[in-house]
């Protein structure tokens, strides 16, 4: 019998570490997954906006004379806030002045030609009654009365004409007066002057058709605001006038503003390179927030849907292939791919009808590296649904 030499002992035992090191190095390692229990809590479903909505004025108007004109007056100033009825500038109108006092004397003088033509008409009607009468008794030959009829009746022609012409002459006083007030800019309501383009003495003129030109007078009433938003049209058919809002705006960081939806737009936008929207309007609930606000602040909103209390309720980074979840399960170390039922949901959490318990652990780091269905886990971090 042939005796085990010691001198194999050594390789065989640096083999064997060997072996033994490429199994424990080969074999598979846990993945470190982030994990969350399932509880309940509240659901939403929302609707966003694809492109910053806009605070807008719920009044603003870009005012401008309705003529052309050298600026006479500018009696306010950006950031200035005016009344309704407030004159804002004057075009220089001497001559339109001058028109409306021409007028008015032409009036004058008409309504006393009228006064004066009626006057000699009633007169000569008495002359013809009068005639007439003298007729009857056989006084006088018939042709005197009838020319004595025919001159009252053109008398009574000559009032109507002379009533007419005053009339007229009225209405050249009303033109004028129309002229003279297109050189004039008042404030169709309250508000304050955002914007002025242009200085006294400056020539002003009206935009032509087809061409736009800068107001002269940018006037927004600041006592009223409301968001204007772009909603995708695949969205559009989910929302409702009422529907409540939370309106997030930059310069207020993280702070929500509620709101409602009052108006969504009647037909869809087409913009070129841009997908198409639905414009919807949101007015905010809290009278106090819009004397914090500017016009052309720009808005988010996440119009909610759908509201479900104390529902069951996984976060929806979880969730895979919309309707499965990695489960953890402690006993074995292991992931579960789990299909379950789900309901409403959001960016945050998705609302489970079944498939699924509270208590469980589902995996949030669902983009590892590792994460399969049946795989080793570790947890890296725990926390509560």
């Known amino acids: 019998m042939r005796l085990f030499r010691p001198r194999y002992l050594v390789p065989l035992l640096l083999v064997a570490a060997a072996v033994a090191a490429f199994i424990w190095l080969s074999r598979p390692h846990p993945v470190l997954v982030t994990v969350k229990a399932l509880g309940k809590g509240t659901v939403e479903a929302t609707v966003s906006n694809t492109r910053a909505g806009t605070?807008?004025?719920?009044?603003?108007?870009?005012?401008?004379?309705?003529?052309?004109?050298q600026i006479a007056t500018l009696d306010v100033h950006e950031g200035e806030t005016v009344a309704k009825g407030q004159l804002l500038l004057n075009l220089w109108n001497a001559d339109l002045k001058a028109q409306l006092a021409l007028a008015r004397d032409d009036a004058r003088v008409a309504a006393a030609q009228a006064r004066s033509a009626c006057l000699q008409a009633a007169a000569a009607q008495r002359e013809a009654d009068r005639q007439t009468a003298l007729r009857r008794?056989?006084?006088?030959?018939?042709e005197q009365a009838d020319k004595a009829q025919s001159a009252a009746s053109a008398?009574?022609?000559?009032?109507?004409?002379?009533?007419?012409?005053?009339?007229?002459?009225?209405?050249?006083?009303?033109?004028?007066?129309?002229?003279?007030?297109?050189?004039?800019?008042?404030?169709?309501?309250?508000?304050?002057?955002?914007q002025i383009n242009g200085e006294v003495n400056e020539y002003v003129?009206?935009?032509?058709?087809?061409?736009?030109?800068?107001?002269?007078i940018d006037l927004i009433d600041n006592a009223c605001f409301y968001v204007q938003a772009p909603i995708d049209e695949v969205d559009a058919s989910r929302l409702a006038v009422g529907l409540p809002v939370r309106i997030?705006?930059?310069?207020?960081?993280?702070?929500?503003?509620?709101?409602?939806?009052?108006?969504?737009?009647?037909?869809?936008?087409?913009?070129?390179k841009q997908a198409r929207t639905v414009n919807v309007d949101v007015r905010f609930d809290r009278a106090d927030d819009i004397k914090?606000?500017?016009?052309?602040?720009?808005?988010d909103v996440e119009i909610i849907t759908q509201s479900r209390k104390d529902v069951l309720r996984v976060p929806t980074e979880a969730v895979v292939n919309n309707d499965q979840v990695y489960v953890y399960q402690p006993e074995s170390g292991t992931l579960r791919l789990t299909t379950f039922k789900s309901g409403i949901s959001n960016w945050a959490w998705t609302q489970v009808e079944s498939g699924l318990k509270a208590g469980e652990q589902v995996v949030t780091s669902v983009d590892r590296k590792g994460v399969a269905d049946g795989a080793q886990?570790?947890?890296?971090?725990?926390?509560?649904?």
Request: charged share 20%.
């Open 292 to 299: 914090r606000l500017l016009a052309g602040y720009s808005a």
């Open 155 to 194: 008398r009574a022609a000559d009032c109507t004409a002379a009533r007419a012409a005053s009339d007229a002459a009225g209405a050249r006083i009303d033109l004028a007066q129309a002229n003279l007030e297109r050189t004039e800019l008042t404030a169709p309501f309250a508000g304050v002057v955002a």
């Open 205 to 216: 003129t009206p935009s032509p058709p087809g061409i736009a030109t800068p107001p002269v």
């Open 377 to 385: 886990a570790e947890v890296e971090h725990a926390g509560g649904g």
């Open 137 to 142: 008794r056989g006084m006088t030959s018939a």
């Open 248 to 272: 997030s705006l930059d310069a207020f960081g993280k702070q929500q503003f509620p709101g409602r939806v009052t108006r969504i737009g009647a037909y869809v936008v087409d913009l070129e």
């Open 55 to 69: 605070v807008k004025a719920c009044r603003r108007a870009e005012l401008s004379p309705g003529i052309g004109g």
